[in-house]
T-cell receptor, first 114, second 113 residues
Framework: ETGVTQTPRHLVMGMTNKKSLKCEQH?????MYWYKQSAKKPLELMFV???????ENNSVPSRFSPECPNSSHLFLHLHTLQPEDSALYLC?????????????FGNGTRLTVT | AQTVTQSQPEMSVQEAETVTLSCTYD???????LFWYKQPPSRQMILVIR??????QNATENRFSVNFQKAAKSFSLKISDSQLGDAAMYFC??????????FGAGTRLTVKP
C-alpha cells in the first residue's frame, strides 16, 4: 500500500484524444503535485495544489488541465497532446507544501502519445 | 533559480561495498531542506534520507548516510554494505520554505553480485 494511488498505470493515446489521469492519496496530506519525468532529465514540476487551491502552474501548456476536487484527489486532464508529451507522469502528496515535509509518490502513469 | 546537479549519470558498486553518490545545488537561501529519493524499476519514488540545512550533524538512516557540506553546497549520499535491492535511480532534491521541491537528473546505481 503506497498511500498514493495513480490510475491508469499505462496509457496510449492519439493526438486528438481526450483522457484523464487520476491520483488519490489516503495519507491525510494537504498538498498534491503533478510531476513529469522524461528520460535523462530532472523531474519537472507541473502543478501544485495546497488545500485544494492551485499555487503553482509551472508554465505548463494548456493541453494539460489539472483538477483538484478535494484534498485527497487530483486529476490531470489531457487533450490534443503532442508526441513529446510522452513521459512518466508522477503524482505526489505531502503534509505541507513547504519545508521538511517529504513528498510521497505514486507509481506513475506511463503515457505514450502516438 | 535553485538548481540541483548530479554529475554521475551512472555508478556501480560491488555487493557489500560502499558507494558515494554526488549532489551539488545552487541557492541563495539560508534555510532549506535536502532529500535523497530512490526510484526502483517499480517506478515509485521512495524517500531515503533528508537533511535540514540548519543542522550541522549529518543525517543517517541505517546503511544510508549523507555528507552535507553547506559552504560547498554539496550533499552526497553514502551507501554502506550495498545490497542487490539498492539498485535503482537515485535523485537528489532541494526545497526551501519559499520554493517547491526541485530534483536533479538522477544517478543510476548498479549493484554487482
Amino acid at each position: 500500500e503506497t498511500g498514493v494511488t495513480q490510475t491508469p498505470r499505462h496509457l496510449v493515446m492519439g493526438m486528438t484524444n481526450k483522457k484523464s489521469l487520476k491520483c488519490e492519496q489516503h495519507l491525510g496530506h494537504n498538498a498534491m503535485y503533478w510531476y513529469k519525468q522524461s528520460a535523462k532529465k530532472p523531474l519537472e514540476l507541473m502543478f501544485v495544489y495546497n488545500f485544494k487551491e492551485q499555487t503553482e502552474n509551472n508554465s505548463v501548456p494548456s493541453r494539460f488541465s489539472p483538477e483538484c476536487p478535494n484534498s485527497s484527489h487530483l486529476f490531470l486532464h489531457l487533450h490534443t497532446l503532442q508526441p513529446e508529451d510522452s513521459a512518466l507522469y508522477l503524482c505526489a502528496s505531502s503534509l505541507l507544501a513547504q519545508g521538511t515535509s517529504p513528498l510521497h509518490f505514486g507509481n506513475g502513469t506511463r503515457l505514450t502519445v502516438t | 533559480a535553485q538548481t540541483v546537479t548530479q554529475s554521475q549519470p551512472e555508478m556501480s558498486v560491488q555487493e557489500a561495498e560502499t558507494v558515494t553518490l554526488s549532489c551539488t545545488y545552487d541557492t541563495s537561501e539560508s534555510d532549506y531542506y535536502l532529500f535523497w529519493y530512490k526510484q526502483p524499476p517499480s517506478r515509485q519514488m521512495i524517500l531515503v534520507i533528508r537533511q535540514e540545512a540548519y543542522k550541522q550533524q549529518n543525517a543517517t538512516e541505517n546503511r544510508f548516510s549523507v555528507n552535507f557540506q553547506k559552504a560547498a553546497k554539496s550533499f552526497s549520499l553514502k551507501i554502506s554494505d550495498s545490497q542487490l535491492g539498492d539498485a535503482a535511480m537515485y535523485f537528489c532534491a532541494y526545497r526551501s520554505d519559499n520554493n517547491d521541491m526541485r530534483f536533479g537528473a538522477g544517478t543510476r546505481l548498479t549493484v554487482k553480485p
